[in-house]
């Protein structure tokens, strides 16, 4: 007989809620998500810490301090009230969230329906899933991603982790295995994978690696340069094609960030992708996509997709707003037993809500030339564009290697924005990062010279309408920086 409090029974089918709850639970977590929604009413805009505030933030910071050794980038601890891209601190301020943790909310906080799928699973029998007991939404979550893969591509099978770059170590070891234990990895410049000791060297990124054993040999190949133009695209061929003369046989695969998020947003047409691919595929060298951070937040679900890349594309990697994350592959790249496995894929609520989140970017209207994402884009660079030609003095142009030099200020695509003042200036960037937060903004940077301000604004819940009051802000800190 089933104890008197549970409330659940078993879902045969995969493709609706797992955790099944009776209607007096159901109506519990409606109540729940009324009181919490009434909770944070009061969140209307940016707003500045309350009376007493700062003492008690700057005593927490002192906490974070001791136990972690340093503090982070910002100021930053929350207080765990928040309403769509509006996000409350411990010091009862509240900021524009336009950087999410680097992605990772695609609908901000306090949502409804995320907070409801959350509660769902917080009356599942377990915390925490993983590879040999898992439940049927474990499986609904790796069936959808696979789906939407197997689209456009050949790509079917999904393997779950915990983390994007135990996703990208996943990826790794499948195209190794598949190539026989080639040691070499082709890569762009500027790159980021993740913080584990291999994915950290293969970003290109000195500090990222500074005082690791090196265990990797990783060729670089140059990312797509606009002002360069097709001559971009012959120089990346020219050293991809030199690395695979040099180490013929050797390379495991070629990683690509189709949209380079840590190395600046940057972007590149298809020809280009197209001509490196098709290289790889001449030399049966594997392509991996690395889609952590883009996924989701391009024109189409996969960033591969909206480029036409899927026949060339073996292994693509997710993450960040898809709550767990995966590695998915085709069949001819399915792993022998043993290469993949661990103790947690994820927890109950990662794969709750990110099966829900998953499911309304699907039917959301999102994607698209004219889906809401594209609309949100175009929002930005309006106002980006407007703020360029009202403060030119702000926007002198930004330094490029080998003295040429960018005048293109506003940038990046669909969910990922870019702007680039102070001609990139690295510490200027920052400064102006530091006034914004505490003037009402949270974004971040990206680039490794010229820096940028970038922008993962929670493309759920953001309106166009948004960036009025966020540039607002941000003319301010900018003057103040300037
Ligand atoms: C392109 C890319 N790959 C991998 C990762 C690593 O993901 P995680 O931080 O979840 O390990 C990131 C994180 O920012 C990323 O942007």
Redesign the pocket.
Known sequence: MMPATATRSVVPDATIPPVALRPDAMQSIEALLDSAEAATRDLTGARPARDGGKETLHAWLERVKAVRGRLGYFPYLGSGRGRGPLVELLDGSVKWDLING??VHMFGHGDREVMRASLQAALGDTVMQGNLQYNADSVAFAEFLAAEAAKHSAMKHCFVTN????A?ESALKICMQKRNGAPRVLAFSD?????SIT?SQIGDEPGYRHGVALSTLVDYVPFYEPEMGARSIEMSVWHLKEALRRWPGQHACFVS?LVQ??GGFKTAPREFHVALMQACREAGVPVWD?????FGRTTSMFAFEALGLGEYIDVV?V??MTQA?ACLYSEAFNPKPGLLAGTFSASVSSFHTGLSVLRRMQSGGYYGPEGRIAKLHAAFRTHAEALVNKHPEWFPPAKLPFGRESRQFVGGTGGMMRLTPFGGDKDRIGRLLQNLFEDGVIAFYCGHGPYHLRFLPPIGVMQPEHFGEVFAILEKSMARTA
């Open positions: 680097i992605g983390s994007g770059c135990m990208n790159c980021f994978m993740g913080r994915m960030e998020g840590e690395d889609e952590v951070q883009t990697t993450g960040k994350c």
